[in-house]
């Protein structure tokens, strides 16, 4: 395709996430259009669908991807469900944006680095969406141009309201929440996780039975750094998600200004009157704008046939990171994270 022709983008998996990327894509990114959806629940599919022009619906995911109406993928699906779909994306050539976690586990990872690696071409970014927030940018922009000296420590904090589904076990905790810390930790240090240890303390009573929520992770960076996350994905008040770094010479912090506006209100039941503002209520608020900047990026680079975002190779090894966790999260021990050779891969 050439430069000035806009990309035809199919989406996979129109739920809150994949409805959410819809919208975008349709409304606020240059140089794209929505031209297709699919969904196992068609009927949702083809509501989604009828509130845009020109949108058609696909009875399955392959179908989508295989259409030569479609020039490039978002795939909001379930990641048991990315495995078959990137490599039909990778056997198609169709350049993909993959919610995390690109897979399940880290051999199935690898399947997908390797089908990449052999069509010759890059096209596959992970939606590590952090990368893209503006605080968090500057943040690592911060830390490259050594302002705070060497980095040395990273606080995460990462909570949701709540998760209604009780399929959301403890380790889809780890999979699925922690993964976005997993990816952040690599991103700021520049190095991969050695080791991670992942606790459980005594569990909100407001979880799903037997869940453990919160959970506490800590990670040994292969350069000796440290990297503590907590991970509370039943909060109650809505979606807190900061990050600390501790530098040798000062410390940055990303995420507080989250609330929007500060405000001070009178208390009409006593004498006291309040400060604050409001809590982002999930993450397509939290992180809208972040979300907006990533598949903006995402769409530039597929039209000229190129990767500018996290690549398949970092989720590979944040999926081996979360694994090790998973074990780490049942034996209460540390866990060291063993990947294959980058180089040497084939
Ligand atoms: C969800 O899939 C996300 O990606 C959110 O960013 C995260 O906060 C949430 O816990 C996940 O379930």
Same mark, same amino acid.
């Given at each position: ?10 989406? $996979? ?6 409805? /959410? ?11 794209? @259009? ?7 629940? @068609? ?13 058609? $619906? ?10 030569d ?25 169709? #350049? ?6 690109? &897979? ?9 680095? @390797?089908?990449?690696? +052999?069509?010759?071409r ?25 302002a705070l000296?060497?980095?040395?420590? $990273?606080?995460?904090?990462?909570r ?6 009780? %399929?959301f076990?403890?380790e ?21 996780? +050695? ?7 005594? #569990? ?13 992770a ?5 350069g000796?750094?440290?990297?503590? &996350? %907590? ?7 809505g979606? %807190?998600?900061?990050?600390?770094? $501790? ?16 405000t ?6 006593? /004498?006291?009157?309040w ?12 992180f ?8 903006q ?10 990767? &500018?975002?996290? &690549? ?15 074990e ?5 021990? #540390? ?12």
């Open positions: 395709m050439t430069t000035s022709d806009s990309l035809r983008v199919g989406i $996979v998996g129109v739920g809150m996430m994949g409805s /959410d990327h819809a919208r975008r894509v349709a409304s606020r990114i240059s140089g794209a @259009r929505l031209v297709a959806v699919s969904d196992p629940d @068609r009927p949702r599919a083809e509501e989604l669908a009828s509130g845009y022009d020109g949108v058609s $619906v696909h009875d399955d995911a392959t179908g989508l991807i295989g259409s109406a479609v020039d490039a993928v978002i795939l909001a699906s379930p990641g048991s469900a990315h495995e078959e779909q990137l490599l039909a994306c990778i056997e198609h050539g169709k #350049p993909t944006l993959c919610e995390k976690p690109l &897979t399940m586990d880290g051999d199935s990872s690898l399947r997908v680095i @390797r089908a990449e690696r +052999e069509s010759g890059s096209l596959i970014q992970v939606g590590f969406m952090r990368r893209f927030d503006p605080e968090y940018a500057e943040l690592k922009r911060l830390l490259a141009a050594g000296g060497r980095l040395l420590l $990273v606080h995460n904090t990462h949701n309201k709540a998760v209604p589904s009780p %399929e076990r403890s889809i905790i780890v999979r699925d929440s922690l993964v976005h810390e997993v990816d952040v930790a690599r991103f700021l240090f520049g190095e991969e996780i +050695e080791e991670i240890t992942v606790l459980r303390p005594a #569990p909100t009573s407001l979880a799903h039975e037997g869940v453990a929520d919160p959970q506490v800590i990670f040994r960076m292969s000796g750094g440290i990297v503590t &996350t %907590e991970v509370f994905v039943n909060c109650q008040t979606y %807190e998600v900061r990050c600390e770094a $501790v530098g040798e010479r000062g410390t940055v912090t990303a995420g507080l200004s989250q609330t929007g506006l500060y001070t209100r009178a208390n009409l039941d006593g /004498d006291a009157g400060w604050g503002g409001p809590v982002a209520p999930d993450f397509t608020v939290r809208g704008r972040a979300y907006d900047l990533e598949v990026a995402w769409a530039d680079a597929a039209r000229t046939g190129t990767v &500018t975002g996290p &690549t398949a190779w970092d989720g590979y090894a944040s999926t081996a990171v979360c694994s090790a966790g998973v780490s999260l049942q034996s209460g021990q #540390p866990v060291k994270v063993t990947l294959a050779d980058r180089e040497v891969l084939s």
